[in-house]
């Protein structure tokens, strides 16, 4: 893909937290205007921190970006506030869904249009037509209402300050798999009817590219393979370490703890 025909691109970047702590090592990344991007891996391989940088919520945990540069919608924006850049229309839904747990459902859908004036009831009406079980607890205090309806929340919160880019953290987490399609199903709607371009962290593998259009692997802080969603997904070895099986079937741990000696992209 190209650079500069990108919507989002991240080029080299590099994070090291409390001056001393490398954690992302010259991760490169895109995503063109309408798609949904995967970003895959294990848990600590660099996902979260990857959509911190992007969102500039780094400084808040004693982190920053010390090399490289990130672009949205052809320009620099690595050293805008988390709040300009959700002007610009890049919002990031947190991982573990941080709701309001003292607020109503839909005074926290209203907390994400604090950046707006004008249109926030259609907003609100139109944020209820995707999530209409919020519509059912939309009285209800936020933290007596399921996972799933604190993820529902999270994205309809987000959708509040009508972002033209979702950075969406781990939206399978903790959630039943019926819920987590259903989590899924909305994204592809909202990326297709509002034409908002997704960047989602998820370990989920095997659901985030069901429904991505492009996905990058993170191991360890670098990007060890990328392509598209439907050839990552046929792809043996994302199959045999993400997947959790192969043309040969499934393998026993001792089996995939010795063929991990073996990955061809090390």
């Known amino acids: 893909m190209s650079a500069t025909s990108a919507y989002l691109s991240v080029s080299n970047i590099e ?3 409390d001056h001393v702590i490398l954690v992302l090592k010259g991760v490169s990344l895109q995503v063109q205007e309408g798609q ?52 610009r229309g890049v919002v990031q839904v947190m991982e573990g869904r941080h709701c309001f747990q003292h607020l109503t459902v839909e005074e926290n859908l209203l907390t994400g249009a604090y950046t ?44 509040m300050a009508r972002p033209t880019m979702i950075l969406l953290d781990e939206p399978s987490m903790g959630l039943a798999p019926q819920l987590v399609e259903e989590i899924f199903g909305i994204v592809k709607e909202l990326n297709q009817k509002e034409k908002v371009s997704f960047l989602l962290a998820e370990q989920n593998t095997h659901m ?25 997904a046929e792809n043996e070895d994302v199959k045999e370490f993400y997947l959790g099986f192969s043309s040969g079937g499934r393998k026993s741990f001792r089996d995939v703890k010795s063929y991990r000696r073996r990955k061809r992209w090390l």
Not at 46 to 70: F, P, Q
Not at 208 to 219: H, P, S, T, V
């Open 15 to 17: 994070v090291i937290y």
């Open 116 to 159: 707006r004036s004008g249109g926030i009831k259609e907003d609100l009406e139109k944020v209820y037509a995707y999530f209409p079980r919020l519509k059912e607890r939309r009285n209800s205090q936020s933290g007596y209402t399921s996972g799933g309806e604190q993820q529902m929340t999270a994205l309809g919160r987000a959708l």
């Open 208 to 232: 985030a590219l069901k429904y991505a259009d492009y996905g990058y692997i993170l191991e360890n802080g670098r990007v060890v393979m990328d392509g598209r969603g439907r050839s990552l």
């Open 36 to 87: 949904i991007v995967a970003l895959l891996g294990a848990n600590g391989a660099g996902k979260t921190t990857t959509l911190k940088a992007i969102s500039n919520l780094l400084r808040a945990e004693r982190g920053d970006v010390t090399k490289g540069w990130i672009e949205f919608h052809g320009q620099r924006i690595e050293r805008l506030t988390p709040a300009e850049l959700v002007k």
